[in-house]
């Protein structure tokens, strides 16, 4: 079976050039060549940047250079995204499993984990991931506050299977507990228990959604982007019902748009039951986070 996964430097490297040039030719970053060869074909920055494994007599690659070449033809004309492609993306500190059954987790997310951190009243006890996807935020909690115990809740079971891969993977089975449903309907026999709730759930408007790239809008999961009319329903949903499942002093954390924080504060102030609202820019400087507590 591993028989036909093993190929010679040259080839690789006849076949690197070729997807070098048809990228360029076609707009996609020419860099993803080579981080795909670093998932896929187990070579490291400097055999790719001296070219020394072009006289390797043997490379072996995690799949057929054939379906190879098919996966990457896929991404100069479909748009479909690399990570797709090696199943697999870099978040925080960790390797993340991803399929198109989740969200690919974005950079800017990775600023959720800190900020969980910097406003936790209490690093223990129960702590939320609303809308898991691929589980980063969960498994970026249980790392961060190791003395909680983390609920990783979605609606799909395509994308609970995958975040329970990345925990095994990653050596948190036994800090997350995975449950499938809506929202906080799973969690309902540990109402007002919650010592932190983290989100990053769809928030683009639905008739921005056809504008996305590509990339996004024809094979990230929409049931994880699509947040009606104004974008804000899930949002608002989950400023109205987490008062009732978080303990006084429990922090509310979400990641939003641009141009969102503003309705985002309103909503928590008039919603009652929060105090000390804040909202956090991300590294390019925009308004993506918001934070309340439960007064």
């Known amino acids: 079976m591993g028989e036909k996964h093993l190929i010679s430097g040259l080839q690789l490297w006849q076949w690197r050039n070729t997807a070098l040039q048809a990228a360029i030719a076609t707009d996609v970053p020419p860099a993803e060549v080579d981080w795909l060869l670093l998932e896929v074909a187990g070579l490291d920055r400097l055999a790719l940047r001296l070219d020394s494994y072009k006289n390797w007599p043997q490379i072996q690659l995690q799949l057929p250079l054939e379906e190879l070449d098919h996966l990457w033809q896929r991404r100069l004309n479909d748009r479909l995204p690399v990570q797709y492609i090696a199943g697999v993306t870099p978040w925080r500190n960790f390797q993340i499993a991803v399929s198109s059954a989740v969200l690919i987790p974005r950079p800017e997310t990775e600023l959720l984990i800190d900020l969980s951190l910097a406003s936790a009243s209490n690093t223990s006890g129960h702590w939320a991931d609303l809308g898991t996807g691929s589980g980063a935020i969960a498994l970026g909690l249980a790392d961060a506050l190791p003395k909680a115990t983390i609920y990783a809740i979605d609606y799909s079971l395509e994308a609970l299977a995958i975040a329970q891969t990345n925990a095994r993977n990653l050596g948190f089975a036994d800090r997350i507990k995975f449950y499938q449903g809506s929202w906080w309907e799973p ?50 949903h989950l400023i109205e019902i987490s008062p009732s499942y978080l303990q006084p002093g429990g922090v509310w954390l979400i990641e939003m748009m641009a141009g969102q924080a503003d309705a985002v504060r309103e909503l928590l102030q008039n919603q009652g039951s929060y105090c000390k609202i804040q909202i956090h820019a991300d590294l390019a400087g925009i308004e993506r986070f918001a934070v309340a507590y439960k007064s």
């Open 187 to 236: 969690l309902r026999f540990l109402k007002g228990q919650f010592s932190g709730m983290v989100s990053n759930p769809p928030y683009i408007p639905t008739s921005t959604l056809a504008t996305l790239q590509p990339e996004v809008v024809n094979h990230e999961p929409h049931l994880a982007l699509d947040g009606g009319t104004d974008g804000l329903d899930c949002i608002r």
